[in-house]
């Protein structure tokens, strides 16, 4: 996984009352630090100078921001630290709750390109870094996608329950059984000489009857 640290929008295009812009790496740490000097002093500073004005974790609080190359005060926003790897993806991470108009969200965009190490997510990087760190299986990752494009309640509920790692729960079970198939299988052809009990077959052959019929009705 690269070492760079990603953002973007996270929230709607377009103009709104609020948007969150989200950062995650190993530099998203500092990156905010920078932000909250340059918007409390009007001018970049040393970040232990302002270790008072950082906000503990998970705890949403208000900070001025500024741009941490020239000093320009950017917005008054929410901030949230999430610190790895308790975090949506796993590394470090920061949101942002701006005003949602264009003009500003462009600039604190724009100051975050401007940070050494900082570059712009690709579409879907941060789900991907989320399961590159185990914090999602691939059927929540495409969850996250479902939920996203759901219309109605139903696709909602359903893509919730994938989300919350049901749909995983139930392949991990099938993968079980199969394993455990192919295991008495195995033992009757590696020990064909012993006397194993006469069930060891006789049971694998009913798990993957079971399995199949399970496959069939999903």
Do not use: N
């Amino acid at each position: 996984m690269s070492e760079q640290t990603i953002f973007a929008q996270a929230s709607g295009a377009g103009r709104a009352g609020v948007a969150v812009i989200r950062i995650s790496g190993a530099g998203a740490g500092a990156g905010l630090k920078g932000l909250i000097a340059a918007g409390a002093s009007g001018q970049a500073v040393a970040a232990d100078g302002i270790a008072t004005l950082l906000p503990r974790p998970r705890e949403a609080c208000l900070r001025r921001l500024g741009d941490p190359a020239s000093g320009d005060f950017l917005d008054e926003a929410l901030v949230i630290w999430f610190p790895g790897p308790a975090s949506f993806t796993g590394e470090d991470v920061v949101e942002l709750h701006v005003h949602g108009g264009v003009a500003v969200i462009s600039a604190v965009l724009l100051a975050l390109g401007g940070i050494a190490g900082f570059r712009p997510a690709t579409p879907g990087e941060f789900t991907r870094r989320a399961f590159h760190h185990g914090r999602m299986d691939l059927t929540q990752a495409e969850a996250i996608a479902d939920l996203v494009a759901a219309e109605t309640a139903e696709q909602r509920r359903q893509a919730q329950r994938q989300a919350a790692g049901e749909l995983g729960s139930l392949y991990e079970a099938w993968r079980q059984a199969l394993l455990e198939a192919m295991a008495h299988f195995e033992a009757t052809i590696d020990f064909a000489d012993e006397d194993l009990p006469p069930h060891v077959a006789a049971r694998a052959r009913d798990r993957v009857t079971m399995l199949r019929d399970d496959l069939v009705r999903h």
